[in-house]
Nanobody, 122 residues
Framework: QVRLVESGGGLVQPGGSLILSCAVS????????VGWFRQAPGKQREGVSC????????YYEDSVKGRFTISKNNAKNTVYLQMNSLKSEDTAVYYC???????????????WGQGTQVTVSS
């Protein structure tokens, strides 16, 4: 059974950092795209970042460019999202999925994690 499990969310002050992890089972990151999405209360879900199967293509939504970095460790089948200079508007539930909001190399499917809450507040 394919599973994506997010971890690493929490409460952080503005300007702080967090690292989210997405542990993937039963599919290979050598083949699949993985993306990070977020949904804030009362707002539509938006794509934040994604990484190709080949590890040489990445995508970032404009508001997180220069602050967030996506990476992966294929041996551990885990994808990471390093989030720096966090702002209150980054507060949301963050999900990982085998999906990307833009065309990128790799297989895509409808596998989603359960989400992890990120709250940026003083």
């Amino acid at each position: 059974q394919v599973r994506l499990v997010e971890s690493g969310g929490g409460l952080v002050q503005p300007g702080g950092s967090l690292i989210l992890s997405c542990a993937v089972s039963e599919i290979s990151l050598d083949l699949y795209v993985v993306g990070w999405f977020r949904q804030a209360p009362g707002k539509q879900r938006e794509g934040v970042s994604c990484i190709s199967s080949s590890n040489d293509e990445t995508y970032y939504e404009d508001s997180v460019k220069g602050r967030f970095t996506i990476s992966k460790n294929n041996a551990k089948n885990t994808v990471y999202l390093q989030m720096n200079s966090l702002k209150s508007e980054d507060t949301a539930v963050y999900y990982c999925a085998t999906d990307c909001p833009v065309p990128i190399l790799g297989l895509e499917s409808d596998y989603w994690g359960q989400g992890t809450q990120v709250t940026v507040s003083s």
